[in-house]
């Protein structure tokens, strides 16, 4: 099956620092790939979807000079979150579209844990 | 918006019983109905799919059904393991993911 990889798995940084993670489609080309964040205990909350060579779509409340997201190619989409504080503290997952003749399916990465001190 | 919620938000139940989640959603124009199982700490494992003009599918154990007239669809999970502990989420798909709230199940050794 379709697999996506992300990078890192998880990261401490320090507040105040940037932090960028990666999303792959390792198997097929993605032009659309979505950005979820969960915190714990709760379910995932699209943040932003990321168009291959056009800027990405925010959903609302999310901000988009806070989170970049950069989706260069077909199989990689980044999501840098800058200038992280504690309360960025999360788990970041991303999935890639797969478009095969009439069939769409989305397939979701493991996911990042952020942890901001 | 679509809104998608699950009940019960938490479950605990003996090995070897048989449970149903539950997964209800307010818009019914979707493309499909996805459930997934979250271990903690960990990314979604897709379980079924169903398109928006199945009624269910199965694999294994688990038998999932649809019915978009009424916005709901369950999980059947028949003789159930301690392995099967994990959330579980529903997501009804238009041209993005609705998420629900998920299910946390214990099941009991």
């Known amino acids: 099956g379709a697999v996506v990889s992300q990078h890192p798995s998880w990261v401490i940084c320090k507040s105040g620092t940037s932090v960028k993670i990666e999303c792959r489609s390792l198997d097929f080309q993605a032009t659309t790939m979505f950005w979820y964040r969960q915190f714990p205990k709760q379910s995932l909350m699209l943040m932003a979807t990321?168009?291959?060579?056009?800027?990405?779509?925010?959903e609302q409340g999310v901000e988009k000079d806070k989170f970049l997201i950069n989706h260069a190619s077909l199989t990689l989409s980044t999501l840098t979150v800058t200038s992280a504080h504690p309360e960025d503290s999360s788990f970041y997952i991303c999935?890639?579209?797969?478009?095969?003749?009439?069939?769409?399916?989305?397939?979701f990465g493991p996911g990042t844990r952020l942890t901001v001190l | 918006k679509q809104e998608v919620t699950q009940i019960p938000a938490a479950l605990s139940v003996p090995e070897g019983e048989n449970l149903v989640l539950n997964c209800s959603f307010t818009d019914s124009a979707i493309y499909n109905l996805q459930w997934f199982r979250q271990d903690p700490g960990k990314g979604l494992t897709s379980l079924l799919l169903i398109q928006s003009s199945q009624r269910e599918q199965t694999s294994g154990r688990l038998n999932a059904s649809l019915d978009k007239s009424s916005g709901r669809s369950t999980l059947y999970i028949a003789a159930s393991q301690p392995g099967d502990s994990a959330t579980y989420l529903c997501a009804a798909t238009g041209n993005q993911f609705y998420f629900g709230t998920g299910t946390s199940l214990t099941v009991i050794p």
């Open positions: 990321s168009n291959e060579g056009s800027k990405a779509t925010y």
């Open positions: 999935s890639a579209r797969r478009l095969a003749g009439s069939a769409d399916t989305q397939y």
